[in-house]
T-cell receptor
């Protein structure tokens, strides 16, 4: 079974530029999450989708971050404009109806300079 | 508001000995607790979980203990192996299936 796929693996941008990350969850998983992991901290939930609907985006900085999950499969997370403090690893995860755990992709390491 | 806390940033253990990683939580509404392991440049991988109605779950060398009255859980690895060296995250799940993570503990198993 293929795991959660994310791209790109690494991205370096200047502050005030925009960036987008892509995630393809495990086939059949209805729930998709985006997490932000800052160095030395645990992953923090940004947004949770159930199929193509948003379950929770209370911690998403909506003035600069946006996410969508068209057709309830792939998802994109966008940052515009980026700030230095957005430097982090962005992790996508998915879970199925019967699973307790979430399965994570390898993440995208974003560096804002 | 840190609902899940791992107070030890690092732990070193000799190969063959027991590793004990600890985690505290504050929210009584969590229904599952999970441990994830993370190697550098990889995403977290699921290790073991425990339901809030249990006090122990065992899977091979890994055992998780839950003390609900103390709002505390621990992960025991015995015997520890060098390949177990990684960052371990404690996570707690709410009924909406969201995971709240601790800050992680870097385990180093010395040969």
């Amino acid at each position: 079974e293929a795991g959660v796929a994310q791209s790109p693996r690494y991205k370096i941008i200047e502050k005030r530029q925009s960036v987008a990350f892509w995630c393809n969850p495990i086939s059949g998983h209805a729930t998709l999450y985006w997490y932000q992991q800052i160095l030395g901290q645990g992953p923090k939930l940004l947004i949770q989708f159930q199929n193509n609907g948003v379950v929770d985006d209370s911690q998403l900085p909506k003035d600069r971050f946006s996410a969508e999950r068209l057709k309830g499969v792939d998802s994109t997370l966008k940052i515009q404009p980026a700030k230095l403090e957005d430097s982090a690893v962005y992790l996508c995860a998915s879970s199925g109806q019967e699973s307790t755990e979430a399965f994570f992709g390898q993440g995208t390491r974003l560096t804002v300079v | 508001d840190q609902q899940v806390k791992q107070n030890s940033p690092s732990l070193s253990v000799q190969e063959g000995r027991i590793s004990i990683l600890n985690c505290d939580y504050t929210n009584s509404m969590f229904d599952y607790f999970l441990w994830y392991k993370k190697y550098p440049a990889e995403g977290p991988t699921f290790l073991i979980s425990i339901s809030s109605i249990k006090d122990k779950n065992e899977d091979g060398r890994f055992t998780v203990f839950l003390n609900k009255s103390a709002k505390h859980l621990s992960l025991h690895i015995v015997p520890s192996q060098p390949g177990d060296s990684a960052v371990y995250f404690c996570a707690a799940r709410r009924t909406a299936r969201q995971l709240t993570f601790g800050s992680g503990t870097q385990l180093t198993v010395l040969p």
